[in-house]
Structure formats: C-alpha cells, structure tokens
C-alpha cells in the first residue's frame, strides 16, 4: 500500500508530517484520531514521525484515542509501545510514557458507583420493589429500589430517577445513610453502593415494566421482618441505619454544593449538615 | 494465509470448532483469548462459528477479552459486530448483545476514587505537605497528603498507605468526614474524594523523595489560614468540617466489616456509628 490509496486525511501529509495533537497540564500531549479512514501505512510513518518529535520536545505522556470506526490503527499503536488505558463503547484510549522516570500516567476509572434508596412515606410505610432479573428473581424478595449512578450524574440525582423510573414516585434526595465498597464486583472492578434517605412527594406507584415485577408500600417492620434481611449482615447493619434515621436517631451526609475555585465547576460535598 | 500458518491453538480446530467460553450468570458468554499467537483467519472463522452457535443456545451477553498481545484480533472482532466494553493496560473487553430486546450489560466503572488525609496529633497539629508536581508545585501551598485508592484496595487502607508513602507518618484510620463527587474530571470519568480523619501513631516525618517537596507538623490554624484554603469554597467547607471534628461537635463515617451473605466475600460498610 502506498499513501496514495489513503482516501481522506485530516493529518498532515507523512512528509515531515506528524499527528496533530493538543498539549495536556502535565507535560503531554493528547491525539484524537477523527473518524475519517486513515490508511495504516501512512499512520505509522506520521506516528513513528510524531513520537520523535515528541521525544525531542520533551513530551511526557502521549495520549492516542482511537475511534472503533478505526480499529485497524489499533494494533500498529501496540506496535509502537502503546498499552490500553481505557475504553468506552465508541473509542479505545492508548497511552505511552515516554521519560525514562517512573509512569506517572492517571489510573483507569476503578469503581462503579450505585444507589439503594430508602423512602419512607408518613405512614412508616417503605417503597419496595420485586425484580424481573437478577438475583432476586422469583425470590418473593422484596428490596428497595437500586440502580447505577450513570456517567456524569450526581449521586443525589440518580436516585430521584431510579425510583421515578422503577415505581412511578416522585421524591427529595435527603441524605446519604451509608455506603459500602467492594471489590471484583464484576470483573476486576470496584463498586462503591449509596444507601439514600428519600421523601417521596407522590403516592401512587406504577412500576416499571421492563424490569420490575411488583411494587409497593410496605410497613417497615414487616420489610426488616423478611428472612432475606435478617439472614446478611450487611442488610441488617443496613436495616438498622435506616430504623435508627426512621426514629431521628441518626445522622448521614447531605449533599452541600460547592466550587472548587480552581475549575470553576460544581461539585457536590456530601457531610453531616 | 491459511489456518497452516497459525502456529499454536489453545482453542479447539476451525472445522466445526467455536471459541472456548464460560457461561456467566446473566445468560451470557466469557471468552478469555490466551497469549499465544492466533491466525486472524482461523479467529474469524471461529467467531463466526462461535456466534451461529450462541444465537442458537438462545446466549444473551458475549464478552471476548483480546489480551494487548493479539492486538491484531481487535479488528477482526469489532467487524462481526463487536463494541468496546472496556480496558486495562494488558487487555481490551469487547462485547456483543445478540438478542434483539435492548441491551442490558452493565456499563464500564465510570469513577476514579482518591483520598485525603486529615492527620492531627495530640498538639493540634495538622500533617501537610508541598507536592513537587501538579498545580501546586511553586505555589508555596501547604496541603493534605493526598492520593489515588488503587484497584481493590480499601478507601481506609488507602489512607493509611498514602501518609506513609508521602510521609513516613504512621496513623490509624478513624473516619471519613466528607466526600466530594466531581465529574469531568479527566477525559469523561468522575472522581469521587473521600476526607479521611486519621490518628499519628508517629512523629518523625521522611517526606517521599519522588513526589513531596517538604513535609511538616503545622498548627491547624496556619494551615487553614492560608489564602488559598480561604479562597476556595470546597476547601473551606472541609476545613470547617475538620475543624469540627478536631472540637468533638462533628461525627462521619467509621467502616464496619460486613459480610454481603451473598458473595461471602468481606466488605466495609461506612456508616455513623
């Protein structure tokens, strides 16, 4: 293959050429390859090109994102001493290191993050749901409504949605009673779980019918009562934390806007108010 | 190239043959490729063979982890209609949904948890350092020690790592005081920050060569003194926290070992005890 048969390129020719990329804070630089078909030839040249260019600056960490659209650029990356970083659906991100020093590169996400939400109506009466699948399935199990905090969301906010979308109920963030990490929750990852105080600001429930089989307001006593509770330590601990806020005995961390003055960005301080 | 060019098959003949996996717990597929070199002729033929006979077991979720040594096998895989799921430095996770009801596999870990530590001794004295890399190298600020909690490493081990690491201090994890979720806070992922309240169990400071500029004992007014904890919302309201709890009106989290019943497997609940 020769760069002629390279259909589009938004880089600059292999003469001299090299990758553009954005310099990044801490010494490196950052390439995001478009989505435009880039025949390998013609990359590696630039790439190999750009990596001593690079070197020459004193560049640090090169940050090379590559679209799935083009997956065959992949393996002449490794080529080149690259390893994966991390990966989403649409890209794969991969890093090289270049000083001779020790790999100071940011750690891949670790953990994923999600709710258990407790809401407790005037009545004593707690919202539970029984699930389609999962572990629970055909159990007669009934459990508090639990989802994952996606991409980008609050905390406070993906629980006001996971109960909205699994019962029907509207509801206030409160407080968060506890939360739980554990490790190799699927795969090699982490997983930190929430548990959240909610008031609920409607009554009447419609589950959800992809994924819930039934839901209602159950008296608490009777939620704690079950076998399943009573039976893991860590549901019970849980139970208990959830009573205790239940009799006014207990406080959690609630969700205290703030900035951080150095990005100009909000971000949620969760402390005992 | 022929199927005679592949030189060891860890993974049964193409005649007939599909791809080795193991059956996961939601009706899905785990193929784990080995390290040793793979035809990606022979590979194709395998998949294909592979996924006429999962649609047929009626299999929901396909997972194929291609380890970074048969990077050429990522093409191939993304063109039978493979997405990316995830990555670490040695491996990429593709997957594949093959019922026609929507795709349920559970999203990548979305967040990066870091520490810092609030370490005060018996004199009212906070431990701080100054980082020689980072945005506040040469800005003369004196912080908390500071750092990332690694993959299945507990937040409370964390803490204690870090101030040893940075320090050579000694301490006791007591609790988490606050914590802070951000997002965006590298490429698309968030960050969750956990304020570690930690109890010295030494006194005599060796700051890390690589990382700390200097490291010191420092009366807790001077450090929240500083201009730049003042100017900062977040670190004025942790600052207020600490403070708090240095007078004995505040109480956070303390992580309480429980087991799930499910998994037998040990996890922290953090909760106010």
């Known amino acids: 293959m020769s760069s002629s048969t390279s259909p589009a390129l938004s880089v600059p020719s292999v003469d001299g050429g090299v990758l553009e990329g954005k310099n990044d804070d801490h010494g490196g630089v950052i390439v995001e390859m478009t989505n435009e078909p880039l025949d390998p030839v013609v990359y590696v040249s630039l790439l190999k090109a750009s ?4 070197e020459q600056q004193g560049k640090r960490g090169i940050w090379i994102k590559i679209p799935i659209e083009l997956a065959n650029l992949v393996e002449p990356t490794v080529k080149e001493g690259f ?10 991100m991969l890093a090289r290191w270049l ?26 009466e707690v919202l539970v749901v029984q699930e389609k699948s999962g572990k629970f399935r055909g159990t007669g199990v009934w459990k508090f409504p639990t989802g994952v905090v996606e991409e980008g969301e609050d905390i406070c906010d993906a629980a006001v949605r996971e109960v909205k979308e699994e019962t029907g109920i509207d509801s206030k963030f409160l407080e968060i009673l506890a939360f739980r990490q554990s ?17 609920p600001l409607s009554e009447d429930i419609q589950p959800q019918e992809a994924e819930i089989e039934a839901a209602q307001w159950m008296p608490y ?10 039976k893991h330590e860590l549901l019970r601990v849980i139970s208990d934390t959830c009573l205790a806020k239940k009799n006014g005995s207990y406080s959690g961390f609630s969700p205290v806007p703030t900035t951080t003055g150095f990005s100009k960005k909000n971000a949620y301080l969760y402390v005992n108010t």
């Open 221 to 230: 006593e009777e939620y704690a009562a079950q076998p399943f509770v009573q």
């Open 83 to 92: 390893y994966f970083h991390h990966a989403e659906p649409k890209y794969l």
């Open 183 to 199: 490790h190799q929750s699927y795969f090699e990852k982490s997983d930190l779980f929430f548990v959240c105080m909610m008031q």
């Open 99 to 124: 000083p001779s020093t020790p790999n100071t590169l940011p750690a891949n996400a670790s953990h994923r993050v999600g709710i258990g939400a407790f809401v407790l109506n005037e009545k004593n």
């Open 51 to 54: 990596l001593s260019h690079w």
